[in-house]
């Protein structure tokens, strides 16, 4: 019987596709530790391992990031104000600009 293989969750997938692309055998690494050791070894980066028993999800994050560069997900553009109660309005912002002189919406 063998054990399952590990699922890279879908924020590793650059790091998966890293390994893949050096010839490891993504679909045969059975947990996050032996994924961080694969990761390092091919990248000669020394690496924080956590304790036996800890995630090394964490670690793995910061690794994609030195080999990958950073992966930026998109954000959803609004044109209004993420909640109600964030938003200030122009009444209050006219009377702090006018108590501490501000100019020009800067305050």
Do not use: N
């Not at 070894?41 to 670690?59: A, I, M, N, Q, T």
């Amino acid at each position: 019987m063998t054990s399952p293989a590990y699922a890279f969750p879908e924020t590793l997938s650059p790091l998966r596709s890293w390994l893949d692309r050096h010839h490891v055998d993504v679909d045969a690494i059975k947990s996050d530790r032996q994924a961080l050791h694969f990761a390092a070894k091919l990248s000669r980066r020394r690496v924080h391992w956590p304790r036996r028993g800890k995630s090394c999800f964490p670690e793995l994050k910061r690794l994609q990031g030195a080999l990958c560069g950073r992966v930026r997900h998109k954000t959803p553009e609004t044109a209004e104000p993420a909640s109600p109660v964030r938003s200030v309005p122009d009444s209050v912002w006219q009377d702090v600009a006018a108590r501490y002189g501000a100019t020009g919406g800067q305050i």
